[in-house]
């Protein structure tokens, strides 16, 4: 199953709400990321369940829209709040957890014209799998002391090159991110040198023919001729 996610739009509430009976919510995966557009007026949160002495890592950046900034708000299980980024373009924070669900919110109530499209990831760390995959692996291996092995090492090593093909994904990803924000960085610098270079040319139009018209007035001869 894919990762799950709860978009619940709270507009002026402040409250925390326990997410409501078979309703989505992200997997207890070791990573997730989600990009998403963000109306203007609008304040969205999620929701992540937790187990006790795991780890939230959560990174944010704001890809697009004016002024690239956004309102952060991160929640513990008991409505208290832990984290809180006032109109920042992007922030990384990471906590240690109890059991319960976690509510993370993007707010962009103070933009009244302009959207913003907003890129996250969600790491989690000691959310209890790792053991359970250990205890899978010691009904399949038999006859370590024979081949001179031992199941330990080789979960150390499957472990940590699990935990480098994890990192590789999540810098890729975030290299990512940070390309199509300077994209639209790019695009928008252009679109405004663009309009200013036909403002300047409209000018340049208008003010040399208002140069030719007053020196062309100032050799026309305005004496009339008797007869």
């Known amino acids: 199953m894919g990762p799950r996610l709860l978009l619940v739009p709270l507009g002026c509430l402040a409250v925390l709400l326990p997410p409501p009976p078979g309703a989505a919510e992200f997997s207890p995966s070791l990573d997730s990321d989600f990009t998403f557009t963000l109306p203007a007026g609008r304040k969205e949160c999620f929701y992540q369940p937790m187990r006790k002495e795991a780890s939230l890592e959560l990174e944010y950046q704001v890809l697009d829209g004016a002024g690239l900034d956004v309102d952060f ?116 610098n252009f679109d405004r040198v663009n309009f200013w270079s036909m403002v300047n040319l409209g000018v340049m139009v208008v003010v040399s023919a208002v140069q030719v018209y007053m020196l062309k007035s100032l050799f026309e001869d305005k004496r009339k001729s008797r007869t």
């Not at 370590?144 to 994890?166: H, W, Y």
Request: aromatic share 8%.
């Open 73 to 188: 708000h991160l929640l513990s299980p008991k409505g208290e709040t832990l984290v809180f980024d006032e109109r920042k373009s992007d922030g990384v924070h990471t906590v240690e957890t109890e059991d319960g669900d976690y509510m993370f919110c993007f707010d962009n109530t103070f933009s009244t014209i302009s959207e913003k499209v907003i890129f996250f990831e969600l790491i989690l760390d000691n959310m209890g799998e790792d053991g359970q995959d250990e205890e899978d692996w010691k009904k399949y291996v038999t006859g370590t002391d024979l081949l001179d092995m031992k199941l330990e090492d080789i979960l150390e090593s499957i472990n940590s090159v699990k935990a480098r093909l994890s990192k590789s994904v999540q810098i890729q990803t975030l290299l990512r991110a940070f390309e199509a924000r300077d994209r639209n960085i790019q695009e928008s």
